[in-house]
């Protein structure tokens, strides 16, 4: 069974400042992973599939890297709508693979 | 602008039933395939159903197979779970998302299913 592990479980970031994100998969997965934001009373939004490829209409200061079962989502200069939970999602395995437990970016 | 809408939530008795809908506009409804996924805050994010795009083919997960059925409308644009044999850990908000390429493109705000005695 494939296992995604994000970490840390909570990130606290200043306003400005950059964070990062990582999510680890039991097996390689290859490039088939995205990641997705949740906000409070919303479902999720897609944000990077393909492991790094951004989708339509989210701001460049979210990037994507990795391959395999190392991933990183790199938020460059954190704004006030960026704090979230975040999740990662392979679908390597599908249907229908499998979510990550999610990291919550909070205000530091 | 894509928009899923979610509806059908409420509180249920265990082995009660319930039908969540979910109504989709702003694409192309029968080019998508469709899914159901639910939340918990215990359990995170867990897939629950998906529906092909002509509804020829239908996948569960082990937790709802046998209770839980999808379906679609095409007609009405609507996304379907009928839930039978409902137990208390299926409480979870549950949301309707359009995939393309295995990714989850859109999602609604979600439904909150409450199954409790």
């Known amino acids: 069974e494939m296992v995604m592990t994000q970490s840390p479980a909570t990130l606290s970031v200043s306003p400005g400042a950059r964070a990062t994100l990582s999510c680890r998969a039991s097996q390689s997965v290859s490039g088939n992973l995205a990641w997705y934001q949740q906000k409070p009373g919303q479902g999720p939004r897609l944000l990077i599939y393909?492991?790094?490829t951004r989708a339509t209409g989210i701001p460049t200061r979210f990037s994507g890297s990795g391959s395999g079962t190392e991933f990183t989502l790199t938020i460059s200069s954190l704004q006030s709508e960026d704090f979230a939970v975040y999740y990662c999602?392979?679908?390597?395995?599908?249907?229908?693979?499998?979510f990550g437990q999610g990291t919550k970016v909070e205000i530091k | 602008e894509v928009q899923l809408v979610e509806s059908g939530g409420v509180v249920v008795q265990p082995g009660g039933s319930l039908r969540l809908s979910c109504a989709a506009s702003g694409f192309s409804f029968d080019e998508y395939t469709m899914h159901w996924v639910r939340q918990t805050s215990g359990k995170g994010l867990e897939w629950v159903s998906l529906?092909?795009?002509?509804?020829?083919?239908?996948f569960y997960g082990d937790s709802v197979k046998g209770r839980f059925t999808i379906s679609r409308d095409t007609s009405r644009n609507t996304l379907f779970l009928q839930m039978d044999s409902l137990r208390t850990e299926d409480t979870a908000f549950y949301f309707c998302a359009n995939e393309r390429s295995k990714v989850f493109e859109n999602w609604g705000l979600g439904t909150l299913v409450t199954v409790s005695s």
């Open positions: 999602h392979q679908y390597e395995t599908w249907p229908p693979g499998t």
């Open positions: 529906i092909t795009r002509d509804g020829g083919s239908t």
């Open positions: 393909g492991a790094s």
